[in-house]
C-alpha cells in the first residue's frame, strides 16, 4: 500500500468510527418522512462500513460496486429530510421514486448555495462500477485483478466524504444534534466535508 492510500483509508476509519461514536445513542424524532430519511441514510452508513471491509479483504470490484449505492442513498435521505412533501412522501413509499437528477435540483431548490454539481458527475461516473460496466473490467485487467493504487484512494477519500456527510445529515435529525455534529467534527480531517 502507498503512504498516500494508506493515509486514506486510515482517514476513512477514522472518520467511520467518528461517526459511529458520534451517533451510537441518537434518539430520532419526528414521523414518517424522519424515520424514512434515518433509513436512507443508515443503509449509506452500512454501504460505507461494507466499502470499508471489502477494501481490508482486497475484495475492490465489490467494494467500488457500493460506492454509488451509498451516494445515492445519502441524497434520498437528505432529499425525504428536506424536501419530500406529503405527496412525496406517499409516491416514494409507493415505489414512485424520483430521479436522481430530479432530486439533486430540488435539494439545491430549498437549500441555496449547497450545490449538488459534484453528486450528478460522481454519480454518473460510478454507474459502470455498480453494473460491472467497462470501467470496473478494465480497471480489474489493468492491475491484474486487482484496482490501481490511485484509484482505490479515491474511493477511500470519496466514502469518507458520503460518511461524514450521511452521519451530518442523521445529526441534524437527532434530538441533540448540535452535540453530534461537535463530536464529528472533533474527529475528523474532513470537516467541513469537501464535495466528491
Known amino acids: 500500500m502507498t503512504s498516500k492510500l494508506e493515509a486514506a483509508y486510515a482517514n476513512l476509519f477514522k472518520v467511520a468510527n467518528a461517526v459511529n461514536e458520534a451517533l ?4 430520532f424524532a419526528g414521523g414518517e418522512k424522519e424515520k424514512l430519511a434515518v433509513s436512507c441514510l443508515e ?6 462500513s461494507s466499502i470499508l471491509l ?6 475492490y470490484s465489490s467494494m467500488f460496486a457500493l460506492l454509488r449505492p451509498s451516494g445515492e442513498a445519502y441524497v434520498r435521505g437528505r432529499w425525504l429530510f428536506r424536501c419530500a412533501d406529503p ?11 424520483k430521479k436522481f437528477p430530479d432530486l439533486l435540483a430540488e435539494i439545491e431548490a430549498v437549500q441555496p448555495g449547497h450545490s449538488m454539481q459534484p453528486f450528478r458527475a460522481l454519480i454518473k461516473s460510478l454507474h459502470d462500477f455498480t453494473h460491472t ?5 478494465v480497471r480489474r485487467a489493468i492491475g491484474g485483478g486487482h484496482y490501481p493504487a490511485d484509484d482505490i484512494e479515491k474511493a477511500y477519500n470519496i466514502t469518507s466524504t458520503f460518511c461524514l456527510l450521511a452521519g451530518l445529515e442523521l445529526a441534524s435529525l437527532a434530538k441533540d444534534h448540535a452535540e453530534r455534529v461537535i ?7 474532513n470537516f467541513p466535508p469537501r464535495s466528491p
Request: net charge negative.
Open 54 to 59: 471489502l477494501g481490508t479483504h482486497l475484495q
Open 87 to 97: 405527496q412525496g412522501i406517499v409516491d416514494f413509499k409507493n415505489g414512485k421514486i
Open 24 to 27: 451510537q445513542t441518537a434518539e
Open 133 to 137: 460496466g467497462i470501467n470496473q473490467l
Open 183 to 189: 463530536k464529528m467534527a472533533q474527529c475528523s480531517d
Open 43 to 48: 443503509v449509506s452508513l452500512e454501504h460505507q
